[in-house]
């Protein structure tokens, strides 16, 4: 299984090192993974990041961490942990993972965006891995895209810190550069 120690601190890290943390991580091939579905894993991931089995929040986290490894994202749009033996259904309200901070550096076109998600994991925004805004009855959702079709919600400190810079840039239409993409903040996907 892979290491479920979270990073060092993300202040303290440039983004080349962050890159290189992302590069080097090791995530289990869940994706080719295909047992038979075995059930409901009693689980879910309330719209707050928050894991929970059997209706009792997961309190370790290097338990969600690990489990985090193993989530996927069906075709369907249904998620699932998986392993080459089993495969369990575990529902989730919003997004998988919640993105709680934002390290960034350079400006306009040249500006890199990493985020940490509140598994710890570290995601640096660009074509791959990109930012899209969804207009809700409570204004705007800002989500990452992670990894294949599993995404985090940004959280609304982290939004507003990212309309701020683009506000500081006097960005026409609003956003952000990462990753030599630019990403709408408007809403305007």
């Known amino acids: 299984m892979p290491e479920s120690v979270p ?6 890290l440039s ?34 990041g928050t894991w929970f089995h059997q209706g009792s929040p997961i309190g ?8 985090a490894t193993i989530l996927r994202r069906e075709a369907d749009g249904s ?6 033996v089993e495969k369990l259904t575990i529902d989730v309200e919003d997004a998988a993972f ?3 901070e934002l390290k960034t550096e350079g400006a306009g076109k040249a500006r ?16 791959d891995h990109p930012l899209r805004i969804v207009q809700g009855e409570d204004g705007p959702r800002p989500y990452l895209a992670v990894r294949g079709g599993l995404e985090a919600l ?17 960005a026409d239409p609003i956003g952000l550069w990462s ?8 809403g305007g996907e």
Do not use: Q
């Open 7 to 12: 990073p060092a601190d993300l202040a303290g």
């Open 15 to 48: 983004l080349t090192e962050i890159a290189t943390l992302v590069a080097e991580r090791k995530l289990p091939p869940v994706e080719k993974w295909n047992p038979t579905h075995c059930g409901h894993s009693d689980m879910r991931i309330a719209s707050d």
């Open 60 to 67: 370790r986290p290097a338990m969600v961490r690990l489990f």
């Open 79 to 84: 998620h699932v942990l998986v392993t080459p």
């Open 98 to 100: 919640v993105a709680v």
């Open 112 to 127: 890199s965006m990493a985020f940490r998600l509140n598994t710890d994991e570290l995601v640096v925004a660009d074509a």
């Open 154 to 170: 940004i959280a609304r400190p982290v939004y507003y810190e990212l309309i701020n810079l683009a506000i500081d840039e006097e």
């Open 179 to 186: 990753g030599d993409t630019f990403f709408p903040l408007d």
